[in-house]
C-alpha cells in the first residue's frame, strides 16, 4: 500500500474533511505493515474501496417550533460498509454536525463494530438540529421529520441507527415511533429502545461500564487496578455518567466533570448524590457545570478549560472529539498519569496520542474503548431477532466478556518488542483483518 497516495488523493477528492481524513490517516499508518505483508488487499484495491463510503444520504428537515415558525437542518446517513454485518452506528444532533464528522465516526465504526466479534457493519448519521433547549414537543417533531427521509435506508437487516451525542432514550422513542408508523412493522429498526418496547437491559450504561471494564484490563496487564485511584473524566453525558457509576463502584474517585462552558473540579468525589443531581440538571436540559459548583460548595468551577490539568492517575475524556491536545498529554504527563482511556470517539488529537506512545502511557483508543455501547446494542438485536429479553445480569456478563476478548485481540496484534502494548495499533489490526478477509471472501462489489 502506497500510503501517502492514498492518502494525497483523498485529500484531493475530499477537501477540508479534516475529521475524516485524520481518520483515515490514524488507521492506515497503523495497518500499513500488515496491508504490505499480504498482497492479496493490495490487489483486490481493499484500502481503496474501505476508505470510501458505500453511499451517503443528505437530506433536508423541515420542522415547526413551538412559535410556528419553519427551522430548516441538515439531516445524513453515512453507509460506510457492510461486509460483516448490517450497517450500524449511532444518530448525532449537534450543531458542529457536518459530512466530515459523520464520515469520521462512520470509518471509525467499521472496526469498532468488528471488534466487538458481533456481525455489524459500520455507519452513522445525524444532524445539526441542536436539542439543547428545545421543548420535548419541538424535540419530537423533528425527529418525526428527521425519520420521514431516513426511513426508505434503514431496516432491521439494512441499517441499525442508535444514539450519539444529543440522542438518548427520548429521541430514539420518537424516532422509532415514527419509523414503525411509516414501515407499517414493529421490528427492531433501532437501538436503545425504551425496556417495555424491544431495548435491552444495561445499554443506557453499556458505552460506560464497557469503557471502565476495558481500562481495567489495561491496568490488569501492570498487575493494578482501579482501586484507590483518582479519574478526571470529561462530560457528564450518557457515555460520562456510565463511566462514572461503574468507576465508584470499583473503588476509584472520580473529581471532574465538564461541559462546553469549562469544568468542575470535586476533590471530594463524584458520586452518589451528586450524580443523582447532574442527572435531574441534565433531564431538564440545563447546563449542568456551572450549577454543580454552586449545589457543592468543596467543588470548583473553572471556566473555559478542559480537565486535563488536574492531577490524576488515570485520565477518561468522555465528551466529544479531539477534546485533549497535545498541550493536555503533556500536563498529563507531568503530573504522573498512569494510563488514559478515550472513552469519547476521537477523544485525542494526533499529537497527543503522539505524547501517551512516546513515555509509554497505556493509551486505550476509542474504537476500542468505548465499543461496549455498541456491543450491547448488537446484544439489543440479538434479543428482537430472539423476541426474548435477557437479565441485566446476562447482558452485562456478556458486555465483559466481549470488552476482555475487544483487549485480549488489541493486545495480541499490539504488543511491541520492549513489551508496551500499542492498543492503537492492535485495535486497528484487529478490527481490519475480519472486515478485509470477509470483503476479499465477496469479491469487487
Ligand atoms: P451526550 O450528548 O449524552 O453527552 C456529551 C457530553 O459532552 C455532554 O456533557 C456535553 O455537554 C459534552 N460536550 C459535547 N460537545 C462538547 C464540546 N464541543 N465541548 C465540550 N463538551 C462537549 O453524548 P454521549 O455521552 O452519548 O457521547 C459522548 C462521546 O462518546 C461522543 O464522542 C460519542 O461519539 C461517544 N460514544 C457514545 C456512545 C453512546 O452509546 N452514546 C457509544 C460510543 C461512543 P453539554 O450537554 O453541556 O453540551
Redesign the pocket.
Known amino acids: 500500500m502506497n500510503l501517502n497516495n492514498i492518502m494525497n488523493d483523498l485529500e484531493k477528492k475530499h477537501p477540508g474533511e479534516s475529521e475524516y481524513l485524520q481518520a483515515v490517516r490514524e488507521v492506515l499508518e497503523s495497518i500499513n505493515e500488515v496491508v504490505n505483508e499480504n498482497p492479496q488487499f493490495d490487489s483486490a484495491k481493499i484500502i481503496e474501496r474501505l476508505v470510501e463510503p458505500d453511499r451517503i444520504l443528505m437530506f433536508k428537515v423541515s420542522w415547526l417550533d413551538d412559535n410556528g415558525d419553519v427551522q430548516v437542518n441538515l439531516g445524513y446517513r453515512v453507509q460506510f460498509n457492510n461486509a460483516i454485518g448490517p450497517y450500524k452506528g449511532?444518530l448525532?444532533l449537534?450543531p458542529?454536525v457536518n459530512l466530515s464528522i459523520l464520515k469520521f465516526?462512520g470509518f471509525e465504526q467499521i472496526f469498532k463494530n468488528s471488534l466487538t466479534t458481533l456481525p455489524m457493519g459500520g455507519a452513522k448519521g445525524g444532524s445539526d438540529f441542536n436539542p439543547?433547549g428545545k421543548s420535548d414537543n419541538e424535540i419530537m417533531r423533528f425527529c418525526q421529520a428527521f425519520m420521514l427521509e431516513l426511513w426508505k435506508l434503514i431496516g432491521p437487516e439494512t441499517d441499525v441507527p442508535?444514539?450519539?451525542?444529543?440522542?438518548?432514550g427520548k429521541e430514539i422513542g420518537y424516532l422509532f415511533g415514527m419509523y414503525k408508523k411509516l414501515a407499517r412493522e414493529n421490528t427492531g429498526v433501532l437501538t436503545?429502545k425504551g425496556l417495555g418496547w424491544g431495548g435491552s437491559l444495561v445499554r443506557p450504561e453499556?458505552?460506560g461500564f464497557g469503557g471502565v471494564y476495558f481500562t481495567k484490563e489495561m491496568l490488569k496487564t501492570k498487575g493494578d487496578s482501579f482501586e484507590g485511584k483518582t479519574v478526571t473524566i470529561?462530560?457528564?453525558?450518557?457515555?460520562?455518567?456510565g463511566v462514572a457509576l461503574k468507576l465508584n463502584e470499583l473503588g476509584a474517585k472520580v473529581v471532574t466533570?465538564?461541559?462546553?462552558?469549562g469544568y468542575v473540579y470535586d476533590p471530594e468525589g463524584i458520586s452518589g448524590e451528586k450524580v443523582d443531581y447532574l442527572l435531574e440538571l441534565?433531564a431538564s436540559n440545563q447546563?449542568?457545570?456551572a450549577p454543580y459548583a454552586e449545589e457543592f460548595p468543596e467543588a470548583t468551577f473553572v471556566p473555559g478549560k478542559h480537565p486535563w490539568e488536574v492531577k490524576c492517575d488515570i485520565a477518561m475524556p468522555?465528551?466529544?472529539?479531539n477534546?485533549l491536545n497535545g498541550e493536555d498529554a503533556a500536563n498529563l504527563i507531568k503530573n504522573g498519569v498512569q494510563a488514559v482511556a478515550e472513552?469519547?470517539?476521537m477523544?485525542c488529537t494526533p499529537e497527543a496520542v503522539k505524547a501517551f506512545h512516546n513515555n509509554k502511557i497505556p493509551f486505550g483508543p476509542?474504537k476500542a474503548v468505548?465499543?461496549g455501547?455498541?456491543a450491547v446494542s448488537g446484544l439489543e438485536m440479538t434479543q428482537n431477532s430472539m423476541k426474548l429479553n435477557w437479565s441485566a445480569e446476562e447482558v452485562d456478563a456478556k458486555l465483559h466478556q466481549i470488552m476482555t476478548s475487544i483487549h485480549e485481540a488489541a493486545v495480541k496484534y499490539g504488543t511491541e518488542e520492549d513489551g508496551y502494548i500499542n492498543y492503537v495499533k492492535g485495535a486497528n489490526i484487529a478490527g481490519f483483518l475480519k472486515v478485509a478477509n470477509a470483503m476479499l471472501d465477496q469479491g469487487v462489489i
Do not use: M, Y
Not at 470529561?234 to 455518567?241: I, L
Not at 466533570?257 to 462552558?261: E, R, T, V
Open positions: 449511532g448525532r449537534h458542529s465516526l439543547k442508535a444514539g450519539d451525542i444529543g440522542v438518548g436503545g453499556a458505552t470529561s462530560g457528564f453525558g450518557n457515555v460520562a455518567w466533570i465538564s461541559g462546553p462552558d441534565r447546563d449542568i457545570v468522555c465528551a466529544t472529539q477534546e472513552v469519547s470517539n477523544g476509542g468505548n465499543a455501547g455498541v
